[in-house]
């Protein structure tokens, strides 16, 4: 898949971790903001002329952090420790909420903003790093 189609489903899963987190549907939200994460890191990739599959280490998981260890170095600089801080965030609670076969009662987590706010920012880090792994791409603005 191209980075904009990746950018664009990345998009549209936080739209709706948003309308989940109105319904008060937290699990489910934190969850889909996840989503939208790995999918932006998925875009950086794609952006490079890679997919994940042909990156993709056995060793590493399936998870957001997993795939952010792919990047090259050139487009982690400049380092932001928040980024680290808001990947960890987001896998911790999304695999509570049912990633790598775990199960949870839905009502297990009862707030999203934090994750949702997060995701927001990543997936800002992650629109910029596409732009500078493919100069000629057009940054799409956050909805």
Excluded: F
Aim: some cysteine.
């Amino acid at each position: 898949m191209s980075h904009d189609v990746w950018l664009e489903q990345a998009a549209d899963d936080l739209k709706a971790a948003c309308v989940l987190s109105g319904a008060n549907h937290h699990s489910q939200a934190v969850w889909l903001a996840a989503q939208s994460v790995e999918k932006a890191h998925k875009a950086i990739l794609a952006a490079l002329g890679l997919q994940y599959e042909e990156k993709h280490d056995k060793h590493l998981g399936h998870g957001t952090g997993d795939i952010s260890k792919l990047l090259p170095d050139s487009l982690q600089a400049p380092r932001n420790p928040n980024v680290a801080r808001m990947i960890e965030s987001l896998e911790t609670p999304a695999q509570v909420a049912g990633l790598k076969g775990l199960m949870a009662p839905a009502t297990r987590i009862t707030s999203s903003q934090q994750e949702i706010g997060d995701a927001t920012e990543l997936l800002t880090w992650c629109r910029e790093r596409v732009t500078r792994a493919d100069p000629g791409v057009q940054a799409m603005r956050p909805q």
